[in-house]
DNA sequence: CGCTTAATTGAGGTTAATCAAACACTGTGG
DNA sequence: CCACAGTGTTTGATTAACCTCAATTAAGCG
């Protein structure tokens, strides 16, 4: 696709409907298309916080806590936008999990223009603020859940996120590998495959190759994840 | 203090100098004056998200993860501004931890106006990004560091938000008590006082009754913290 | 000074990590 | 289309870190 469609998928997901053809060709000045392959890194080593537009693929943000243990973030799907520091006292990555294109910003000249247009940042707060929600749903995961229960919501949001309900069932197709799932759980991947045995066993999923999940009784599954009921 | 300046205390920090009488007024008509002792909870059960201004005292923001189990999610002290959710699958509240003063406002209330000021709400977005970025330090924390990491790093942010430096030093007067740093680190009460003897052995750390801490050698605890070096 | 609560210390148990090996998927070439 | 190679995943045995339970000590406060 080319890169005009890919600004145009950005400004009907980011920019307001109402706004003037200027900002919107200000905006289009300061965006930067780049592709990735599944494994790369495209935003590496940049010297400013950039903000990305994930136009198509899936993405990881990876923080490496020392040489050998890294931690992934969050995950980051099509129309998603990601928030990507440079690097400071943790190295942040943004690595593409399958083929992707971003359009990346430049987060000063992005937020520069952004106040000029009240209903752009608006919306980059509100986006901003969810991914503030789901940072703190992973630290209430990574704090105080055991292996089972975070595998269980790791899947449950997965399957809000990039499921496709099929009537009582869900289908996720992961686009990322166990090492993926296990560095944004905190576990091993040995745990992590362990836990699917058990859910797999309970009658709860399928599996079927390495990245198809069929969610087979949600509410079972979501009641493994822990989480309170609403009313509690 | 009078209400009025906790008021004036909240435009300095958050409001741009320049702003209108009008918006000015605006905000103060939205901002609710609350009060709260030591381990109150005075802005629980909101039906609506709330962003809640600290004007006086220390706050945590906790999750309950289960009915026993809590997560805290971010500290909060003197001219923080907080956003509180309503009460959604996990429930969180924000509990002071020594008298506070708050200034509470309807999220949707305030960003509304928070919109047509661009300065105002290019610092809820600034300071929002803040907000994500400590959280996701936290992640990195909760998902991938030992016991002794996690006290270190907590220390040293610590030591960077409310310690008071002396030549080498640095005194930090601890608002929360072992339970909350526990359930802020994701440890257990006794885990997090055996790392503290550990560390005052090691003449990291000296300690003088329950809630001063004196880092006598910075360097060494940000090496036991395990970041990385800023260059790696 | 004594009471109450928080913090520390100790012993033993549990969960998940580590180390090691077998197996299965995916893609390639015959 | 099948066999093979290479990698990713699963399974198993052992170990280590942290948790749990229990007891002791210290801090704060009337």
Redesign the interface.
């Known amino acids: 696709m080319a890169v005009a469609d890919r600004f145009e998928q950005f400004a009907t997901a980011i920019l307001p409907s109402g706004l003037s053809s200027s900002a919107h060709a200000r905006f289009r000045s300061l965006a930067r298309h780049v592709e990735a392959a599944a494994g790369d890194a495209p935003l590496d080593y940049m010297e400013h916080d950039q903000i990305v537009f994930v136009a198509r693929g899936a993405t990881k943000l990876v923080?490496?806590?020392?040489?050998d243990?890294?931690?992934i973030?969050?995950f980051h799907f099509a129309d998603d936008l990601v928030?990507l520091?440079a690097r400071?006292?943790?190295?942040?990555s943004l690595v593409a999990l399958q083929e992707s294109e971003f359009l990346a910003f430049s987060a000063s000249e992005f937020?520069n223009s952004a106040?000029?247009e009240?209903?752009v940042?608006?919306e980059?707060?509100r986006r901003?603020?969810v991914?503030?929600?789901r940072?703190?749903?992973?630290?209430?995961i990574?704090?105080?859940?055991t292996a089972q229960e975070r595998l269980a919501s790791f899947l449950t949001t997965m399957a809000d996120r990039i499921g496709t309900p099929r009537e009582t069932q869900c289908v996720i197709d992961l686009p990322m590998s166990r090492r993926d799932i296990a560095?944004?759980?905190?576990l091993t991947i040995e745990t992590v495959s362990r836990q699917f045995t058990i859910l797999r066993d309970q009658k709860l999923l399928e599996t079927s190759g390495r990245s198809i999940v069929t969610i087979t009784n949600i509410a079972a599954l979501e009641n493994r994840a822990?989480?309170?009921p609403?009313a509690?």
Chains 1, 2 share one sequence.
């Open positions: 923080a490496r806590a020392s040489l243990r890294e931690q973030v969050a928030s520091p400071g006292r943790h190295s942040y937020l106040q000029q009240s209903g940042a608006n980059i707060l901003s603020l991914s503030l929600s940072c703190r749903e992973k630290s209430i990574l704090g105080r859940k560095d944004s759980l905190g822990g989480h309170l609403a509690a």
